[in-house]
């Protein structure tokens, strides 16, 4: 008992030295070695040999000497540093740490979301009209067309229904502004129908004013609801006959002519059916009549210095003929013409025929029917099979029917080459 108690003074002699040093610490500084772990195994060390002799350490021993360890604890606390527990005795409750951990810094997230592809609006497809029309062609009489003063034509185009809605008898070609050329101010655009995508023919009949310049019809169609409509994508434009009307030069007899039938008109044998008839203008235009005509107006309104007047015998079927000079044909001759009526001819209604006499043969091949349409016929006949041959040329004009304005006439009859 007595060693143990010598043991413990030493033991607190020792540590009253150790806490000296620790206390002198701030002022001098200690050698890397740790004081803590110093201090840990000095009282190790003692506590082993308090618990040796008679059986180990009384229970007095044992709690001076925990007393010591946490009084080393405290001061290892006190100054920042940290004393492990012994291994061989009971564990001792831990001492927290004074640092205070810093907190990560908040890191933001990245937003990795790609914004939507704005989609451009759909484009709105223009409406197609129901009513509307494209321009083909101009089946005749193109623009700037050179037609005589009072000339009568029939103007033709051709059109296209580009709409969505069928044409039928109800559609109308109207006039709308312009020179109207005597034409209609509307007539029926078809007695069929027309589909969409399908072409069509329209003509109208018109007449070229008297003074030479230049005119323009504008013309549309017109449904059966009264809307007009025409061309382009709005079906605004209209369609139009452009003519320029020049006076076309008289033509001057040439040597081509190599036999002028209106110079041997008084030469030629006129007569009826039945009788001869003298050439000139008679008192008495009953029997038929055989003259020039001067400065004459013909049906299509246009005045002839000379031409020749054949009018037929005043009855049903009434006839006048006329015999022309002997002729040698040659290859290439022509013979060439225009027949009509005069002007004021109204029901008018005749037929022409040419031919010739060869020898005692009568040939009569060619004819023509020709009524008061306001147009006169133009005749270009080739001659080649005659050829070498001698005729006499035969003009001659019969009524159809009982006589009935049927003053015909011949427009500078020859023969060319």
Request: with cysteine; net charge negative.
């Amino acid at each position: 008992m007595l060693t143990s108690r010598k043991l413990l003074w030493v033991f607190l002699a020792v540590l009253a030295l150790i806490l000296g040093a620790c206390t002198l610490q701030s002022k001098t500084p200690l050698p890397r070695n740790d004081p803590a772990a110093t201090l840990t195994s000095a009282a190790e060390t003692v506590s082993a040999q308090l618990n040796q002799g008679q059986g180990g350490i009384n229970a007095t021993s044992t709690a001076i000497a925990g007393t010591v360890i946490a009084q080393i604890r405290l001061t290892q606390a006190a100054s920042g540093t940290q004393v492990l527990p012994p291994t061989s005795t009971s564990t001792l409750p831990a001492v927290p740490p004074t640092n205070t951990p810093v907190p990560p810094t908040p890191i933001p997230a990245t937003s990795t979301a790609v914004p939507p592809t704005p989609v451009p609006p759909t484009a709105t497809q223009p409406q197609i009209p129901c009513d509307r029309a494209s321009f083909v062609d101009d089946v005749n009489y193109p623009d700037g067309t050179d037609v005589a003063p009072g000339t009568q034509f029939v103007k033709t185009w051709r059109l296209k229904n580009n709409g969505t809605c069928t044409w039928n008898s109800s559609y109308s070609v109207v006039f709308v502004s312009g020179d109207a050329m005597g034409g209609p101010a509307a007539q029926t655009l078809t007695t069929g129908t027309v589909a969409p995508g399908q072409e069509i023919d329209i003509s109208v009949a018109l007449k070229a004013p008297e003074t030479p310049k230049t005119y323009t019809g504008n013309w549309k169609l017109r449904n059966g609801a009264s809307i007009l409509f025409g061309l382009g994508e709005d079906a605004s434009k209209t369609f139009f006959v452009k003519i320029d009307v020049v006076v076309p030069m008289t033509p001057t007899p040439v040597a081509n002519i190599v036999f002028d039938l209106l110079a041997q008109a008084k030469n030629a044998e006129w007569r009826n059916a039945t009788d001869d008839l003298p050439f000139g203008d008679p008192d008495n235009d009953n029997p038929g009549v055989a003259a020039y005509a001067l400065d004459v107006t013909l049906e299509n309104d246009k005045v002839y210095s000379k031409a020749l007047a054949t009018y037929p015998q005043r009855i049903v079927d009434g006839l006048i003929t006329g015999l022309f000079p002997a002729y040698t044909v040659k290859n290439g001759d022509h013979f060439l013409t225009q027949i009509g009526l005069r002007s004021g001819c109204t029901d008018g209604d005749v037929q022409f025929r040419f031919g010739y006499k060869e020898g005692a043969n009568v040939v009569m091949p060619f004819k023509w029917n020709e009524s008061c349409d306001g147009i006169l016929k133009t005749i270009d006949l080739d001659l080649s099979d005659l050829a070498e041959k001698t005729v006499q040329f035969i003009l001659e004009v019969s009524t159809r029917g009982p006589f009935r304005n049927d003053h015909s006439i011949w427009v500078s009859p020859r023969i060319e080459r």
